[in-house]
């Protein structure tokens, strides 16, 4: 079957991002071919140009970097961390992040859709994360992202998808792929994320934190996979009583 | 790796366990295919020794099948039909289901109990079909149970793990494989059993009600194996908010 | 409105059963005021004929002592506490809990049952202690059972309705009192409790372990009060989107 | 005790905002007096100068009316309203709902700040209903809005508290009244809101399409009520299992 993710022209066949930002380097590896990722997220301070290790090292070279603007509390920091990214030869794409408040860490959607117009202008594949706002989704749309990223509950909080009825519409009224991004802690969670018509699920604390850090990353794939083929297959409703009586004993014994 | 289920001195691979109960017989090995499933139910009235179409022609020989004793309404009833299935060469696993209710398809621990005691001394390899109470599970334990299979909610409800809680506690306290049957409406649900702790799934009307019904079986046994490696890598914790602030942007701007 | 409970013959106003078990006797008559509880449990380790403080004098004459056979592990423990109860003056309501399992104090339904039959023929007004199991309720009335208390989540958990759609299936199909006991951490579990249509709340943990014991019994008094009234006045239904349009401005300014 | 609501310098002793929308006429002056609601919303279609019934004939004077900006596609449309609105006599108070998507009549935060910013300086008390995004609740409150009024699921749809984790961020860390607004559909969810430090609570679909209308609007008072002491008294903590034992029956047999 040729259920493929196109993202910025590029076309993928897994729906796991991974995240890479509490990893030590020695198992992100490890942890790319067990989860199957086609696509890692990159803090630009762990891709130094200097001499120190390198985060890219460690990275396959068929992965798509995935930069993120980590660090920028406006639109104008997150465009110099993009445009820095480009000039240290980690492509195009950006997943935009622009975070004002250092409690909750949630993204400032305003300051997000400024920094998404400049770079998607400058001919950046911009992956905007966002608050699941169906008015700032639409206005990301017009400023050129090529994908949204909603979150699904505070950044590391492992709740899931507190944004359920939230991102059900985005995934209704926006054409674009959406991307649940944060808050995830199961793979039970990524799976009914998919079921729901989501396009694709990123992820970091949960499987960083697991006890076997590359076996959760392959629990994520698989249920990102179990999760879309549901969504293909059309899920089966949720019943009331019917009283669906088996035939009767009677009938059986009795036959 | 070698994480196998036991049940009966069997051993399986897979730990999804197809009900049988609402499919064509065209689709049964399809569905058994695509789900790899090494274990199907089966109720006795499709199994008749008479001419017509008999379901046992459709499924593989590898697979174990568990009769059930669907109609069965007391221990008596459920205990000849057990040993009726055993005469027309289903084999010695049999799932027991005692329900006199007829409105909400709820096991009867009790009688179930009963037919339990009496089936496990004559060989059989007992899986009772029950109520998640902890009680009734001791008791099934003593009768000779070789597993428990709690329900997650009402029969064909789809709900889901209504009965979480009380199935947490059986998967900590009751040393026989917990295998959660009827309820569960989505892969993830049972994935998220199965990080729970579960030892095995079983469902039928969410695969037999799906637009896909072969797509959907796969779907549950990727998330069931899924639900299963995340167990077995170890939860991340759920965490309260702590400010993990990513390291300051001025940091790598001047660095 | 008389819209009253009757137990045991007897009339209610309130719907709201305090439990005793963790107060200071200092408290108890403000929270009974407060709670404007009509009813109240008592282990009777608290009803001590000698000559120590006696919690018997801290609770007014109008209230209903709701003495408890907490500690019992069996059917006969349990009739000889409520025996005992009896010729201690403290009256024929008796609420039977029996224990087994020391970890999660869950009831046993069979050894309750069992006690129950053997209190309702001596005359007692038997308010069991149950698991919402359908049958064990169904046994209960046939043991001669006043009311029927389910455990809405473990005791002390402070949960809410883990076991809500058993529970539902009481309301719908027993007709007895149906009195939701254990598990209740707040109000608006209590109130949610009452909106499905259970008859009565019994509380105790989340009351005696808030900042201020009195205020909370309140808080749980107007909670009951307010799902009962909800429940009366027949709820609303959830509904779809459907663009239920206000009507249009340009309609109105041009007006 | 004086626990009161102050919003725009008024003191207000009920925490229930009543929305008039979907009541007939006659109903109205019932159902504000049995939920003693002390604030009404007003669309202002239904104040029209003209000749036919108006619903201000129909609410007592000493309510503090709350026009709302009803039909409001964008800032500009808004503030035309509210300056009518206070024009025909309606007072000082405005809720400002500003919704250009027509479907899920989801709150558009950015359009409401404006609107917001531009009716506080004009000296109208501003109650902005929103999306609960902090950034834009930092942003009403620089606008000088009096409170701010999150939705708690889309509306009409009576599922709750949708938002939750999102609204608990609002409560915490802005300095202004938090008013749920929108989706509450039982008074348990309003009572839940209360729980967690929500200020008051905005109802109309839940009461409007109650079979008893003014014995909900009680019931809704009640519970708000409930809550609001529960949060005073503060909430004991949810525990883990901790075998809370009883002490043992023995002790007591032979005691």
Do not use: W
């Not at 396959?60 to 480009?86: D, H, K, M, Q």
């Amino acid at each position: 079957m040729s259920d493929k993710l196109m993202i910025g022209g590029r076309e993928f066949q897994s729906r796991f991002i991974l995240g890479s930002g509490k990893f030590s380097l020695e198992l992100i590896k490890a942890v790319i071919e067990h989860g199957e990722a086609e696509m890692v997220t990159l803090a630009l301070r762990r891709a130094n140009a200097g001499g120190e290790e390198n985060i890219l090292d460690y990275i396959p070279n068929n992965i798509t970097l995935l930069p993120n603007t980590s660090g920028a509390r406006n639109a104008e920091e997150a465009v110099r961390i993009a445009r820095l990214s480009r000039e240290l030869g980690c492509g195009e794409f950006v997943k935009v992040e622009v975070m004002s408040d250092s409690k909750y860490l949630l993204p400032d959607n305003y300051e997000t859709t400024k920094a998404t117009e400049i770079l998607a202008k400058e001919g950046f594949v911009v992956m905007p994360y966002m608050y699941p706002d169906l008015y700032a989704a639409r206005s990301l749309v017009d400023a050129g992202a090529a994908a949204v990223m909603p979150l699904g509950s505070p950044i590391g909080s492992n709740k899931g998808l507190s944004t359920k009825d939230f991102i059900q519409i985005l995934v209704d009224e926006i054409d674009l792929p959406i991307i649940v991004d944060a808050g995830l802690g199961r793979p039970s969670q990524a799976c009914e994320a998919m079921e729901m018509g989501v396009d694709a699920i990123m992820c970091n604390t949960a499987v960083a934190t697991a006890g076997n850090v590359a076996l959760m990353a392959k629990a994520f794939k698989q249920s990102i996979e179990a999760g879309r083929n549901a969504y293909l297959a059309g899920l089966g409703r949720v019943l009331e009583f019917e009283g669906e009586a088996s035939s009767p004993l009677t009938g059986f014994l009795e036959g």
